[in-house]
């Protein structure tokens, strides 16, 4: 996915050192409106994929989880919800996110089952075959190199531990392909200016989706990190798919 070091901040071509900067900045940018923007633009279906996740999981008695890319720890916080005897390590490379997160934890009160760390997920800092069950919700796109993020993911998992990945992705009708192109690149920028006074950033967000590899490769980059299985499930015609994998 990333070659002679180079890759993409949407569709430009970025050396692998800016990467992780650039996208640093975008979610400096976002973070205050992040939740807000995330309801208005999905028209509320994040939480239903999200909801979605979750029922992929398949959690021991005492699960341990690492979410990574947490941000406001929409997904920690369902994962608690379900399991009070959950620890969730909760974890992301951008400070102002993570502090959203934390307040979040601590004001709707499940902060005592969580561990908040700034970290990249591909390099993470945990010991091999620690977790039950990883998740990764709207982060995977943004990693400098996906293939070293994935492999991390797989060091860190138990034996039979899964993996559940949620990213935008490619719809399968092509009649439906063409209105969200229309919407990502005509609609979102504008929205983002109009709402957060941020259009650069929901650009971004409309390029690295595009970026992104399809339902199918990503399943393939999956299995060739050392994933025993791999399926994936489409929502809304695959604007958004969850890759659930088996260590
Ligand atoms: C779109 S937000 C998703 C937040 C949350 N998981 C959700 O689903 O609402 C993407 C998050 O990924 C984080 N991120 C980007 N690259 C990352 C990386 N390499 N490692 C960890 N987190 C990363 C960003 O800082 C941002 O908070």
Request: hydrophobic share 40%; proline share 3%; net charge negative.
């Amino acid at each position: 996915m990333e070659e002679n070091n180079k890759t993409h901040f949407g569709f430009e071509e970025v050396g692998l050192e800016e990467k992780q900067t650039k996208v640093k900045g975008v979610f400096d940018s976002v973070a205050e409106n992040y939740d807000f923007m995330n309801d208005l633009m999905s028209f509320g279906l994040h939480r239903l994929w999200k909801k979605a996740l979750l029922e992929l999981a398949e959690l021991p008695p005492h699960p341990s989880v690492l979410d990574i890319a947490s941000g406001t720890a929409d997904i920690p916080k369902l994962i608690i919800q379900s399991n009070q005897n959950t620890a969730v390590q909760v974890t992301d490379i951008n400070g102002s996110m993570l502090e959203l997160g934390r307040n979040r934890a601590i004001d709707e009160n499940f902060i005592s089952n969580c561990f908040f760390l700034t970290a990249s997920g591909e390099e993470l800092p945990y010991k091999d075959a620690t977790f039950d069950l990883i998740t990764v919700g709207f982060g995977l796109r943004n990693f400098t190199n996906k293939d070293k993020g994935i492999a991390e993911m797989l060091r860190c998992l138990k034996s039979n531990g899964v993996l559940l990945i949620l990213e935008f992705s490619k719809p399968t009708n092509s009649f439906i392909r063409k209105a969200y192109d229309w919407y990502s690149f005509n609609i979102l920028p504008k929205m983002g200016k109009f709402f957060a006074n941020d259009e650069k950033s929901y650009q971004y967000l409309a390029e690295s989706i595009r970026m992104h590899p399809d339902q199918e490769s990503l399943k393939m980059h999956i299995l060739a990190a050392g994933f025993s299985k791999c399926n994936f499930y489409n929502f809304q015609n695959g604007i958004v798919s969850i890759h659930k994998a088996i260590k």
